[in-house]
């Protein structure tokens, strides 16, 4: 049995009651929301191990409510949507999603994502993990940037740059490790985690959008590596 607790939001209350179903079959325990602004509510209030997020809500959709959520907790969420198209799964995962689930689904994936979920929440001190593990890992400064995993800041010029977490867990690796090259199923490896089942084009999406908000400088810059992945280069090195 578990003491681990996972609030469930959909607006589909037999969606609700069947994930509930199998939840507590496993051992966990749950409660039920049917909109965002409650869920918002109750994950103030309340303490979880895990959000399941429905995507399609009237008045405040999942995007919306992870983009709430994510201003006051990191707690982890699974987006579970019946849109399932590569667009769909990467912005939610690009909204601060830690997984995401197309319906209809079998039971027995989503109950084996929530439990990965939950071993990555508690890591082993694996090579691979330490370039995205807040606590062991510095602040970064080349020239006017700034990265702090510990905080999830980034700066440029001093004015913070809004990122959702994965961007920020995807820039801070490349730019620990500056001037190594990287393919993208590493930093799939690294940033996702090796239980992640996207494809790597969500870390090629995920570059594009660090890079236009990071804008250039002469100090650092992320290069493609064509036909390999990304690399952090600081030309002074």
């Known amino acids: 049995m578990t003491n681990r607790k996972i609030l469930i939001v959909d607006d589909d209350d037999n969606i609700c009651q069947l994930i509930t179903l199998y939840l507590v079959k496993e051992g966990y325990g749950t409660a039920i929301c049917h909109n965002g602004k409650e869920a918002i509510r109750a994950i103030k209030d309340e303490t979880y191990d895990l959000v399941l997020l429905d995507v399609m809500m009237p008045e405040m959709d999942g995007y919306e409510t992870l983009t709430e959520v994510r201003k006051f907790s990191d707690i982890p969420i699974i987006m ?17 999603a830690d997984d995401y689930v197309t319906k209809p689904f079998e039971p027995q994936e989503l109950i084996s994502r929530i439990k990965a979920i939950f071993r990555r929440a508690q890591p082993v001190a694996r090579e691979s993990d330490k370039a995205v593990n807040a606590d062991t890992n510095p602040d970064l400064s080349y020239g006017n940037l700034f990265v ?6 980034v700066k440029v010029d001093e004015k913070n740059i809004d990122m ?8 801070y690796c490349l730019a ?6 990287f ?4 930093l799939l ?24 908000k990071l804008g250039t400088s002469k100090k650092w810059r992320i290069n493609t590596v064509w036909g390999v992945g990304y690399k ?6």
């Not at 393919?183 to 590493?186: G, L, N, P, S, V």
């Open 164 to 171: 959702p977490p994965k961007e920020i867990e995807l820039l």
């Open 80 to 96: 579970v949507s019946a849109k399932g198209e590569p667009m769909d799964k990467i912005s939610g995962l690009d909204y601060g």
């Open 176 to 181: 620990s490790q500056p001037m190594q090259v």
């Open 148 to 153: 702090s995993l510990r905080n999830y800041i």
């Open 232 to 237: 952090f280069e600081v030309p002074q090195l």
């Open 189 to 212: 490896n690294k940033v996702w985690s090796s239980d992640y089942q996207g494809d790597t084009r969500t870390v090629d999406v995920h570059v594009k959008r660090i890079r236009q």
């Open 183 to 186: 393919t993208r199923e590493q």
